[in-house]
């Protein structure tokens, strides 16, 4: 190769009547640095003698000219690519740069595959994912999840969002239930958040009220010193009991019990979450334990005793 200037030539293939041909130009900036452009061109062989690597060509069969910023996307493509290319490989991770956003995004199309069975059975055989790591990334999934509940806390959501919530973070229900149901009628008047497969096979029901639209946990005033649930509390109590009740009536359906996936109904029991105790002193504590120990079927929680229990789930201090 030779060098005219700030051009730079080399043939890349000399034919009888075609002669293809690659050169750089600098082209020089006041306010920024010097580019070099690419051209590739395939050119009608001039007769006689000539210096291909300095020669003007200018009756070109194609050609192409790739300014600086096209010229270097394509050198860093070469050069990361055309190796694993030659011997195959079209996706591959570029173990000197692995957080790179692109790998993310082959590795998000390989946890996507359709068949997903087959994907996890090969992850799980090759050891491929450590179970430190395993058990990172679940932390991590419920921690962005408890963020997210904060988040809704703050915020006045119906019960819609804190259904969608509930449905993707069910573990924060506690251990008492397996998994949330498909099915969520009881009967055509009935229709309840959620119900769940206990741990022991049974069917149980959840239900949630918005911890804002201003439902009252406690009334305003003492009752013989004593504080008392308030009547917006009553009335989800009372719709609580309803859907049990109603569930119960329900057990002995054979379309019912299609309905809900084969899972038996038998004393089925509501946990009701309402409210908010963030900031309820010592003897409202007290309160919410004796009105807790009074229904044998229905466990009331506050948005808080949730809140509280994901934290200590997660080893957090509340």
Known sequence: MSRVKDQKF????????VITRAGFWKIPHNSSP????????????????FDP?????NEPKSELTLDGEEFTNLVSFIQE???AFKHGVKAYLPLDNPYDISVAQQIKQFLTENDKSEMLDFLLENQIVPEELEVG???ARRTRAIDEYNLLLESDHTENKWQQWFESNSWVLGSDFVRILDERTIDTKNISDFLMESYDGFLDIVEIKRPEGG??????????GNYVPHSDLIKAIT???KYIHEVEREADSIKFFQRVGGIKTIKPRCTLIYGRSCDW???????????????????????DHVLERANRVLGKNC
Do not use: C
Not at 10 to 17: A, E, G, I, P, S
């Open 10 to 17: 080399t043939v890349l293939r000399d034919k009888k009547t």
């Open 34 to 49: 010097d580019e070099v452009y690419l051209k590739i061109g395939r050119y009608k062989k001039p007769q006689g003698f």
């Open 53 to 57: 690597e300095t020669v003007d060509l």
């Open 81 to 83: 690519n055309y190796e």
């Open 137 to 139: 990334l679940a932390h």
């Open 215 to 224: 439902l009252q946990f406690w009334q305003n005033n003492l009752d013989h």
């Open 239 to 241: 719709q609580a009991s």
């Open 281 to 303: 002193n010592a003897d409202q504590q007290e309160a919410f334990r004796i009105l807790n120990s009074s229904y044998h079927n229905l466990s009331i929680m506050t948005f």
